[in-house]
């Protein structure tokens, strides 16, 4: 099972932007949907976006146009562009993982993945 770990979270104003990290390790990184999920205090996690083996995306409706998900599979790297943050954007994000025969594959609910990072914080000041 590949094991994550995210970085490049920190304390950010309004507009400003981050780029978010994840590295996995183990096999198979090409064979694995991706995802972004975020967690703010007191809140349930949430999907923000996910991407498939081969690149294709899905964004929840507030980050789009804002946000961005790609992969480098040749570096078992996951990152998630973010562009004009916003103080609801605060939160604890996550990156998650799971094997998929179907390379055009992603998914947006918490229940598909099966390997999960430590999380990043995010926090965006007004």
């Known amino acids: 099972q590949v094991q994550l770990a995210e970085s490049g979270g920190e304390l950010v104003q309004a507009g400003g932007s981050l780029k978010l990290s994840c590295k996995g390790s183990g096999p198979l990184f090409n064979m694995h949907a991706m995802g972004w999920f975020r967690q703010a205090p007191g809140k349930e996690r949430e999907f923000v976006s996910a991407i498939s083996p081969v690149g294709k995306p899905v964004y929840v409706d507030s980050v789009k146009g804002r946000f961005t998900i790609s992969r480098v599979n040749a570096k078992n790297m996951l990152y998630l562009q973010m562009h004009n943050l916003l103080p609801e954007d605060t939160a604890r994000y996550y990156c998650?993982?799971?094997?998929?025969?179907?390379?055009?594959?992603?998914?947006?609910?918490?229940?598909?993945?099966?390997?999960w990072g430590q999380g990043t914080q995010v926090t965006v000041s007004s």
């Open positions: 998650a993982a799971t094997q998929v025969r179907d390379l055009l594959a992603y998914y947006t609910t918490l229940d598909e993945y099966d390997a």
